[in-house]
């Protein structure tokens, strides 16, 4: 209804799992690489949960998606059944054929037997041609014991090297309780890998609403102010499936109000149509409690203050009240901000000291990056990512240039490949340049140069900045580019070269195997390999030699750099996991 309205080519915030809409965060990179490391795990059972909407079925599908061929699925997603009823659905979907069940005079099976027999023959057939198998139960917390233990009893037949069925259960958080009970203590032992879920945090949120939007063609300024982004954080609380709820009605709820932007008034009236009233007490965060708890002993202060200002005439005579401007202007602009004068006796009071503290700690984050500090040009930033590797570009094309030294370019597609925003930029760890935009939509560049939790450091020309992610999202949608030193005999050809050994060497490494004695080709075994070490580091398996797979080969292999050569990190001290222990 809204989306001709706002620009855009369909409604992007529908709950249905459109996978062109998939946002991956870091901590659901996270989740599918331990399914995919579970998968080459020897058997037993792997655990995902997570709260209701937060993506775990996203995640799932993502999984679906990156199995090898030669390996059969069994998918089931209603598990509110008996013992019987689960076994034969199991059959179902791996295609068992079955004899007509035994039932007595009630229509209940005699005997499991007969389907438990027929899986093991199964599991034993494709074994032997080497085939794997998996099974994924969804809403799994919905499992009774005896299914539990039956389950359980299914993952025993084994060979010397592995289990023949390997097991996903995925559900809500009381599934993790229902396995810590003593009577499921034999089931919780073959868990081989655990990963909880949680929900997005606030600039994941930001990024999830921009992502959304892009892919439904919207390009122009984000339609949500910064106030109305930040309570729709608080009422989702970072859950992507009420994230979806809550933004498609603030979007109709602007259209109907004839307004291209959305407020937070009109992400209020949304929340009170989509949530129920026990969801919208609950959705202020604890950051507000305490800083209301805050608010209230910063008043406690000042009326001590205001005592003794009235009892100290000498006080009252040396502090006439100033005009606003004269107190406002230090607050907001002063790099380290001064309080207004206060007695000694109440500023030295323990509460007073962590009232001025905070002041000065905020003061030195910044909420946005001044353009004025940026780089204008492209080439500009080249040269000064340059710096970065120890390298002096300049030429008018730094790219070229770089090239002559076995450099790269590498420039990431805004909302297409290539483009993984800040999950990607933690993946590759490398200083990287970013294309930000000031208050009139123009480009300016600056230089990532370390990457935390919650802040990124930039570097503006000679100045060092430091702004929390989410004040970053407001200036940049997620384009970048960096350098990269290429390996002998780049770019890719299909036989032959350095550029082949180098990538057989280097899979040897990563997964812990010996190389191959070559010739090598770029053929269906190469590109088999390629693709298992592009799903250990979640990425999009193509087995394709890309430059980012190109780079996170030559990091996690271990890769010789040239003498003097070490590349520059974002993060460091960070180790990197090989493909064979990647969880």
Not at 41 to 52: A, D, M, R, S, Y
Not at 121 to 130: M, N
Not at 236 to 255: E, Q
Request: net charge positive; proline share 5%; charged share 20%.
């Amino acid at each position: 209804m809204y989306a001709n309205f706002f620009g855009l080519k369909q409604e992007p915030f529908s709950i249905a799992p459109d996978p062109r809409y998939l946002y991956m965060s870091e901590r659901h990179r996270e989740a599918l690489a331990h399914l995919l490391y579970g998968l080459r795990g020897g058997g037993g059972f792997v655990l995902l949960t997570g709260e209701i909407g937060a993506g775990k079925t996203t995640v799932c599908r993502c999984f679906l998606g990156q199995i090898p061929k030669r390996c059969n699925v069994a998918y089931i997603f209603n598990p509110k059944l008996s013992v019987a009823e689960l076994l034969r659905t199991v059959c179902e979907e791996y295609g068992i054929q079955l004899a007509p069940a035994l039932t007595d005079e009630t229509g209940q099976e005699v005997s499991v037997k007969p389907y438990v027999d027929a899986i093991n023959e199964f599991l034993l057939r494709t074994h032997a041609v080497g085939q794997n198998n998996v099974l994924i139960i969804d809403e799994a917390q919905n499992l009774s014991a005896e299914v539990l233990e039956q389950l359980r009893l299914l993952t025993n037949l084994e060979t010397n090297e592995r289990k023949l069925l390997q097991i996903i259960l995925i559900g809500q958080p009381e599934l993790r309780e229902m396995l810590a009970r003593p009577d499921l203590e034999q089931l919780s032992q073959r868990v081989i890998a655990r990963f909880h879920l949680p929900a997005l945090s606030e600039a994941e949120t930001d990024q999830y609403v921009r992502h959304r939007l892009s892919v439904a063609g919207f390009s122009a300024a984000l339609p949500f102010e910064p106030k109305a982004l930040r309570r729709i954080y608080q009422l989702s609380r970072g859950v992507p499936r009420r994230i979806n709820l809550l933004c498609d009605r603030a979007l109709l709820g602007a259209y109907a109000q004839d307004s291209r932007s959305v407020d937070r008034a009109t992400v209020e009236r949304a929340a009170a149509e989509v949530f129920d009233q026990k969801d919208l007490g609950s959705a202020w965060p604890s950051a507000w409690r305490s800083g209301r708890r805050w608010a209230l002993g910063g008043a406690g202060v000042l009326a001590a203050a205001a005592l003794l200002a009235w009892t100290s005439k000498d006080f009252l005579l040396a502090n006439a009240r100033p005009k606003r401007s004269e107190v406002a202007a230090p607050l907001l602009l002063s790099a380290k901000p001064t309080m207004p004068a206060i007695p000694a006796s109440a500023a030295t009071a323990a509460s007073g000291a962590k009232l001025i503290s905070r002041v000065e700690v905020n003061s030195s984050l910044q909420n946005s990056l001044p353009a004025s500090l940026g780089l204008r040009s492209e080439a500009q930033a080249w040269q000064e990512l340059a710096r970065s590797w120890q390298l002096e570009v300049t030429e008018s094309e730094p790219c070229q240039a770089l090239a002559l030294q076995q450099m790269q370019c590498f420039r990431s597609n805004a909302g297409g490949a290539g483009d993984g925003g800040l999950s990607l930029l933690r993946l590759l760890d490398r200083p990287s340049i970013l294309s930000l935009r000031d208050d009139a939509g123009k480009l300016f560049y600056v230089t990532l140069v370390k990457l935390d939790e919650q802040y990124a450091t930039v570097r503006l020309g000679e100045q060092t900045q430091r702004i929390s992610l989410l004040g970053l999202s407001t200036q940049w949608r997620g384009e970048f580019a960096m350098l990269w030193r290429a390996p002998p005999g780049y770019p890719a050809k299909a036989s032959g070269g350095p550029l082949l050994a180098w990538v057989d060497a280097n899979l040897a490494k990563a997964f812990g195997a010996a190389p191959g004695a070559g010739p090598f080709r770029l053929d269906a075994a190469m590109r088999a390999k390629l693709a298992a070490f592009q799903r250990s580091q979640g990425l999009r398996s193509d087995g394709q030699l890309g430059p980012i797979t190109l780079m996170l080969l030559s990091r996690v292999a271990g890769a010789n750099e040239p003498a003097g050569s070490a590349e520059p990190r974002l993060q460091a001290g960070k180790a990197l996991q090989t493909a064979a222990a990647a969880p």
